[in-house]
Nanobody, 113 residues
Framework: QVHLVESGGGLVEPGGSLTLSCAASGSRFSANTMGWFRQAPGKQREWVAFITSSGRPTYTDSALGRFAISREDAKNVVYLQMNRLKPEDTAIYYC???????WGQGTQVTVSS
């Protein structure tokens, strides 16, 4: 049974930073492509970034240059470092394992002054 648990969300002012973490269990983490998605109120869930098992990251245009995805296979954790946050980044952020299509429960990020 694959289990993904996100943490690190919260309230931050515009221009601030947050780092999200996703702890995975129940699979061979190092072999999996891991991603971050987000869903804002009234909008569809959208992908933000993903990282392959070899560590290659890919970002959506809105995340490129501001967000950084990374992984620590020894700890079965994937991170999303978010900088220069904007109010439009407000959403629930979900961790995703592509192999098997597993999702975490989400963590709320609110960017507001």
């Amino acid at each position: 049974q694959v289990h993904l648990v996100e943490s690190g969300g919260g309230l931050v002012e515009p221009g601030g930073s947050l780092t999200l973490s996703c702890a995975a269990s129940g699979s061979r983490f190092s072999a999996n492509t891991m991603g971050w998605f987000r869903q804002a109120p009234g909008k569809q869930r959208e992908w933000v970034a993903f990282i392959t098992s070899s560590g290659r990251p890919t970002y959506t245009d809105s995340a490129l240059g501001r967000f950084a995805i990374s992984r620590e296979d020894a700890k079965n954790v994937v991170y999303l470092q978010m900088n220069r946050l904007k109010p439009e980044d407000t959403a629930i952020y979900y961790c995703h394992q592509y192999e098997g299509n597993y999702w975490g429960q989400g963590t709320q990020v609110t960017v507001s002054s």
